[in-house]
């Protein structure tokens, strides 16, 4: 596997294989890759001759309040990682090779980053859409892979890439759990093992969205009602929204109609540390 740290060189890199006719694979990560990760890079392998992985932990996403400084990072685990899964090029750029001095352009997709995610983390969405930009640019992939788990993220990255008229495919892989249910996340390694078992109330409340809608409840008022209740049995957990949305724009739902599909997300704090989750449902 070849590290790359220069945009040029990535830059020259990527034109070449796309001169030997190769199609390139794409996944953007900030690194202390877990096998939610993992299954993306097997999804661009499968889908793509040329697979290039990075990492970048991209300050432009962090609010001054959030966790950039003590984001984990464990390079050399994560290299050996990509090296047992076959991957091509880990680019793995500095900070002042991504936004020099003077840096003084950002991307902005509306709308939909005004709502959950982006009203909980106003400047969060801007700063995904300008470092995921920059990355096609350097890396010119002709697929991307993103995850599940950050739903809102994938649907706002498709947005951009349909508005922008990137020549390029989005593909989103599903959401990789450990056993007991939890979504895989960078972010639970700050977890406490009582904070651990609390984290569980996040994946029980969607397994019971899932189980009321399945014995055919439509109103989602009831089922947030339910969710809240587990979410509120965690004595370290603080909610902060539970929402079922369309697919398409993340418009919130009242009443689900059959044939249609939507996201019901959560975000919650767990002690201190903050996870999302969702579940894609459709309504037969
Ligand atoms: P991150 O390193 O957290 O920025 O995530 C990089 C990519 O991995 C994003 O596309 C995430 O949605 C995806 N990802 C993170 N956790 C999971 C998971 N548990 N299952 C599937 N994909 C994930």
Redesign the pocket.
């Known amino acids: 596997m070849k590290i790359v740290k220069s945009v040029r060189e990535m830059q020259n890199l990527s034109s070449q294989i796309r001169l030997e006719r190769k199609s390139i694979g794409f996944v953007?990560?900030?690194?202390f890759l877990h096998d939610?990760?993992i299954?993306?890079v097997k999804e661009s392998k499968l889908k793509s001759d040329f697979t290039v992985v990075s990492i970048f932990v991209n300050p432009a996403q962090f609010a001054p309040t959030e966790d950039l400084e003590k984001y984990p990072r464990d390079f050399d685990r994560d290299e050996n990682l990509l090296i047992t899964e076959n991957v091509d090029v880990l680019f793995y750029p500095d900070i002042e090779e991504i936004y020099p001095i003077n840096y003084n352009t950002f991307v902005e997709v509306e709308n939909i980053t005004s709502i959950l995610e982006g009203e909980s983390r106003p400047t969060h969405f801007r700063g995904v859409t300008t470092i995921v930009a920059m990355l096609f640019n350097i890396v010119k992939p002709d697929i991307a892979v993103?995850?599940?788990?950050?739903a809102q993220?994938?649907t706002v990255i498709k947005k951009m890439v349909y508005d922008l008229k990137y020549d390029l495919e989005i593909v989103i892989?599903p959401?990789?759990?450990e056993k007991n249910g939890l979504?895989?996340?960078?972010r639970n390694v700050f977890l406490s093992n009582q904070e651990r078992k609390d984290a569980l109330v996040l994946s029980q409340s969607l397994k019971l969205a899932e189980k009321l809608i399945h014995n055919g409840e439509r109103d989602f008022s009831k089922i947030e009602k339910e969710m809240n209740n587990i979410i509120n049995s965690a004595v370290t957990s603080t909610l902060d929204y539970i929402k079922a949305v369309n697919l398409e724009n993340f418009i919130p739902v009242e009443i689900f109609e059959t044939g249609k599909s939507y996201f019901i997300l959560i975000a919650c704090k767990i002690g201190t540390t903050r996870l999302i989750d969702n579940l894609l449902i459709k309504i037969t």
């Open positions: 953007p990560t900030m690194g939610g990760h299954s993306l993103f995850g599940q788990k950050d993220q994938a892989s959401i990789v759990r979504a895989m996340s960078s």
